[in-house]
């Protein structure tokens, strides 16, 4: 994963408990999970994780990097929880290249998608998880 160090945060997600922030990086903007939030950082490996698992399968994943925050990096957003936030989270946090134009998912929105890729893939996950219960009752 390539290494860029954040030059300055320019906003902040205030949806759910992680916070994440668009940080400058000179060569880019990137959206970037911090390190000081209360869940630490195995939200953050998990991540990794999980993007090596989908982009080895083949699936479509932003683009991670390992961006640096140093202490008292400047902020375009002066909200003093997030100014706490940073001042916890100098070092090593996790970035993932910001898609122009994406939008959240709102509950409103999803009546219009296609859901029968869930059906199809929850049913293998049971089927699959069924005989492997099977076979150790059996051994």
Same mark, same amino acid.
């Given at each position: 994963?390539?290494? *860029?160090?954040?030059?300055?945060? *320019?906003?902040?997600? &205030? ?8 940080? /400058?990086?000179?060569?880019?903007? *990137? ?24 982009d080895a399968l083949g699936? +479509?994943?932003?683009?991670?990097? *390992?961006?640096?925050?140093? @202490?008292?990096?400047?902020?375009? /957003?002066? %909200?003093?929880?997030?100014v706490e936030l940073l001042?916890?989270? %100098?070092?090593?946090?996790?970035? +993932? ?9 709102? @509950? ?5 998608? /296609?859901?029968?890729?869930? &059906? ?10 069924? &005989? ?8």
């Amino acid at each position: 994963m390539l290494r *860029l160090r954040a030059r300055q945060v *320019l906003s902040a997600f &205030r949806q759910g408990s992680s916070w994440p922030v668009i940080v /400058d990086t000179g060569e880019q903007r *990137l959206v970037t999970k911090l390190r000081g939030t209360a869940q630490g950082t195995a939200p953050l490996v998990a991540e990794i994780v999980v993007g090596e698992l989908a982009d080895a399968l083949g699936l +479509f994943t932003p683009r991670r990097y *390992l961006v640096e925050i140093e @202490p008292g990096i400047a902020s375009m /957003d002066p %909200h003093e929880e997030l100014v706490e936030l940073l001042g916890r989270s %100098h070092g090593v946090n996790l970035g +993932f290249q910001l898609l122009e134009g994406f939008r959240d998912l709102k @509950p409103a929105m999803r009546c219009g998608f /296609d859901r029968s890729w869930q &059906r199809r893939s929850f049913g293998w996950m049971r089927s699959s998880r069924t &005989r492997t219960a099977r076979s150790a009752i059996r051994t």
